[in-house]
């Protein structure tokens, strides 16, 4: 891309990381595998760049490279639990009480209306086979009756000790005045017939408040990567609004526990403990929300990524769309990091998936914008992979953080990390 061509709008959109041509994208939803096709889905507004009535973009792919787009996956209905928005959650072929034979295509996500949509509605919809039309809904659970509750939503399914649960983030304004971020968990072996369990975590254990400011979880995750729990939740906070909006502060995991307690033969807590590591799953500042999946013996995570500071509401109406997916990754434990890598399929079409990997010398990589000034905007230390695609920079340390930004210039990659910019 030319200084040139740098200040037109169009050069900006990603044509590896996002399908759909126009309209807002933001965390991506209800990611699994059916058969030998993957599915994901997202936030998305078709009519505006902009994050209104939420609706569930859908794509799906064969080689985690090549994607195709699909229709809305589900919609906000009127006088529904989710008339003004389907928000975030999970998908997965259920083979519980109730699915069909071979399974039931089944999405669990955040219902929200417009009197309170703090509260959201945990509520399943199932699809016919082939993931075309889901057009059966239930109400699995309303907000909880918690003193304090300040906020509820996004939904997680796990399995542990042959028992399937749910979690859920949340936020509570304790009696002395303090604002905690909590974990909360139903049991939900039938998908449609959830039991509470109470918290599994919050910011009020010491090791996990030094985590995280927030007053709020989102986008809960508990998942079993080398042999370790790792939770994953999005910071969000709040208080201290900028311009009437909540503050994001990236997304932070937590190595550590998990307990399930038993009554007998069932399930009746869940505890997530013991933590010995927390930092952030990426330190880039345009990168939000990630949805990790058990795949087999791998866990593979896609994050979202937005134009934060890059552009002004005004630029990104402009140009009719926002935000995109990143490519996946492959979780890993190092010691006590979290790290992430491509996966074997996206390496293996490295130049379609525009990857580039490199040695222990790294690489530097610039932006020149449309006054023809090129500043360095990111670096690899040492062995890793590098992805651009236009308005996207991922940049996968072998074993280190990730870092995720938006740029709006031309992006040179210096094979070297010794590079300079004069």
Not at 75 to 96: H, T
Not at 121 to 134: G, Q, Y
Not at 388 to 413: A, C, K, M, Q
């Amino acid at each position: 891309m030319t200084a040139q061509q740098a200040s037109d709008p169009t050069s900006f959109f990603p044509q590896r990381h996002r399908v759909h041509a126009r309209g807002w994208i933001n965390d991506p939803n209800g990611i699994h595998k059916n058969g030998d096709t993957w599915h994901v889905y997202f936030q998305w507004n078709p009519h505006s760049a902009r994050h209104d009535r939420i609706h569930w973009g859908h794509v799906v792919s064969k080689d985690l490279v090549h994607w195709e787009e699909r229709p809305a996956a589900i919609i906000p209905r009127e006088g529904e639990a989710d008339s003004a928005g389907c928000w975030s959650g999970v998908g997965l072929v259920d083979r519980g009480p109730g699915a069909a034979e071979g399974g039931t295509p089944t999405l669990v996500y955040s219902g929200v209306e417009e009197a309170n949509p703090q509260f959201a509605s945990a509520i399943v919809a199932r699809s016919n086979s082939n993931e075309s039309l889901f057009d059966h809904f239930t109400v699995a659970a309303p907000a909880p009756d918690i003193e304090g509750l300040t906020g509820i939503r996004d939904p997680f399914v796990l399995e542990a000790e042959g028992h399937r649960f749910v979690i859920q983030g949340a936020g509570i304004k304790r009696e002395d005045g303090s604002h905690d971020a909590v974990l909360l968990a139903w049991l939900a072996d039938d998908l449609e017939r959830w039991v509470y369990l109470g918290e599994v975590a919050s910011s009020a254990d010491p090791v996990l408040r030094d985590m995280t400011r927030s007053t709020l979880w989102e986008c809960p995750q508990l998942v079993w990567v080398d042999g370790q729990w790792v939770l994953i939740v999005g910071l969000w906070h709040g208080e201290n609004e900028a311009e009437g909006k909540p503050v994001l502060q990236g997304s932070g995991y937590a190595l550590g526990s998990l307990e399930v307690r038993f009554d007998g033969d069932t399930p009746c807590g869940l505890r997530f403990h013991d933590v010995t590591s927390h930092g952030l799953v990426d330190q880039g500042p345009d990168f939000y929300a990630p949805q990790a999946y058990v795949d087999g013996d791998r866990v593979l995570l896609w994050g979202w990524s937005w134009e934060n500071a890059s552009r002004t509401q005004e630029e990104t109406d402009a140009q009719g769309w926002a935000g995109c997916l990143t490519l996946p990754r492959e979780l890993h434990v190092e010691g006590d990091l979290l790290v992430s890598r491509f996966p074997e399929e996206v390496l293996a079409n490295a130049g379609a998936a525009g990857v580039r990997e490199f040695g222990s010398d790294g690489c530097l990589l610039t932006v020149v914008d449309s006054s023809g000034v090129e500043r360095e905007v990111a670096r690899l230390e040492g062995a890793g992979a590098v992805a651009v695609d236009r308005s996207i920079i991922e940049v996968l340390p072998e074993n280190g953080t990730p870092i995720t930004l938006r740029v709006y210039g031309e992006v040179r990659i210096h094979a070297h990390a010794a590079a300079r910019v004069s």
